[in-house]
C-alpha cells in the first residue's frame, strides 16, 4: 500500500529555516504531482506548494511565495519543502500529498494519498 512519510518538522525561531522532507514506500513519487499541505489548529487544509511529475513545474500560495521552495530529487524519491524566513502564522502540521491525475490543484480532494503529517512550530 502506497505511504506517504514526512519529516523535519520541528520548533524554530522566527526568521529561522527548516527542510521538509517527503518520501514514500511502494510508489516512485516522479509518477505523481506532488504536494505540500497544512493545517492550524481549527482551520482547513491549505495548500502551500505543489511540484509536477516532471518537476519542471511549481506553484506555490501568496503567503509563502518567495519563502519556500518545493524541489524533488527523483533517485532519493523524494520531494522537499525548504522553507525560510520563517513566520509564527507559518505554525502547522505540515502533509505531503501526491495526485495520480496531475491536476496540480490545491483542492484536498484531488489528492489521492496522503502522509501522516509532521508539526511545524514558529515560536519565540
Known amino acids: 500500500q502506497l505511504q506517504l512519510v514526512e519529516s523535519g518538522g520541528a520548533l524554530v525561531q522566527p526568521g529561522g529555516s527548516l527542510r521538509l522532507s517527503c518520501t514514500a514506500s511502494e510508489f516512485r513519487l516522479s509518477l505523481a504531482t506532488t504536494a505540500w499541505f497544512r493545517q492550524a489548529p481549527g482551520k482547513e487544509h491549505e495548500g502551500v506548494s505543489s511540484i509536477s511529475a516532471s518537476g519542471l513545474t511549481t506553484n506555490y500560495a501568496d503567503s509563502v511565495k518567495g519563502r519556500f521552495t518545493i524541489s524533488r530529487d527523483k533517485p532519493k524519491n523524494t520531494v522537499y519543502l525548504q522553507m525560510n524566513n520563517l513566520k509564527p502564522e507559518d505554525t502547522a502540521v505540515y502533509y505531503c500529498?501526491?495526485?495520480?491525475?496531475?491536476?496540480?490543484?490545491?483542492?484536498?480532494?484531488?489528492?489521492?494519498?496522503w502522509g501522516q503529517g509532521t508539526q511545524v512550530t514558529v515560536s519565540s
Open positions: 500529498a501526491a495526485d495520480l491525475e496531475h491536476s496540480m490543484t490545491f483542492l484536498a480532494d484531488d489528492y489521492d494519498y
